[in-house]
Structures are given as structure tokens and as C-alpha cells.
Nanobody
Framework: QVQLVQSGGGLVQPGGSLRLSCAAS????????MDWYRQAPGKQREFIAT???????NYLDSVKGRFTSSRDNTENTEYLQMNTLKPEDTAVYYC????????WGQGTQVTVSS
């Protein structure tokens, strides 16, 4: 069964850090690109980061320099390290794998508030 299972997230004060994890199973994780998206209340889901099979990354401008996407192909896991968090980062975060699977993780809430 192809699936993505997320962990991490929670409540953090502005300026704090969190790390999200996304464990993959049921497919050859090492050869696909993996993405992170987020959806804030009342807004559309937006792309925030991707890490290709060779580790190349790309980010939404508003998170560049604060967020780092990485992967461990031996553990079939993708990570999103989030530093210097801001209240506007509050959202439900989703990991995603595109072609040929098009699968979403279950989502995890990140709340940045004092």
C-alpha cells in the first residue's frame, strides 16, 4: 500500500523551530521527488518546498532561508526543518509525492503563536 505518514508539528512561539517528518512506504522512495505543501485557514493549499531524488531543493520565496527540506533514502523519510517561525506560518502542513503516485500525507497542524 502506497502511503505517507506524517509526524511532528504542534504549537510553537514566534521565532521557534519545529521539524516535520514524512515516512513513505509501498513505493521506491529513492527515485521520486518529494514535496511539502501547507494550507492556512481560508486559503488555498500552497507549495512550499521540494527535494528531488538527488537532494536538490527548491522553496517558496517566503520560507527561503528559514525552512530546509531533506530526505533520508535509507529510512524512506522526508523532513522539513522549520526555523524562525512566524505567525503567518500557521497552517496544516502536508507532504506529497507526485508522479506516478500522487499521494498526500494526512496533514499535521503547525501553530505559531505567543
Amino acid at each position: 500500500q502506497v502511503q505517507l505518514v506524517q509526524s511532528g508539528g504542534g504549537l510553537v512561539q514566534p521565532g521557534g523551530s519545529l521539524r516535520l517528518s514524512c515516512a513513505a512506504s509501498g513505493f521506491d522512495f529513492s527515485i521520486v521527488a518529494m514535496d511539502w505543501y501547507r494550507q492556512a485557514p481560508g486559503k488555498q493549499r500552497e507549495f512550499i518546498a521540494t527535494v528531488s531524488s538527488d537532494g536538490t531543493t527548491n522553496y517558496l520565496d517566503s520560507v527561503k532561508g528559514r525552512f530546509t527540506s531533506s530526505r533520508d533514502n535509507t529510512e524512506n523519510t522526508e523532513y522539513l526543518q522549520m526555523n524562525t517561525l512566524k505567525p503567518e506560518d500557521t497552517a496544516v502542513y502536508y507532504c506529497h509525492v507526485g508522479w506516478p503516485y500522487y499521494i498526500w500525507g494526512q496533514g499535521t497542524q503547525v501553530t505559531v503563536s505567543s
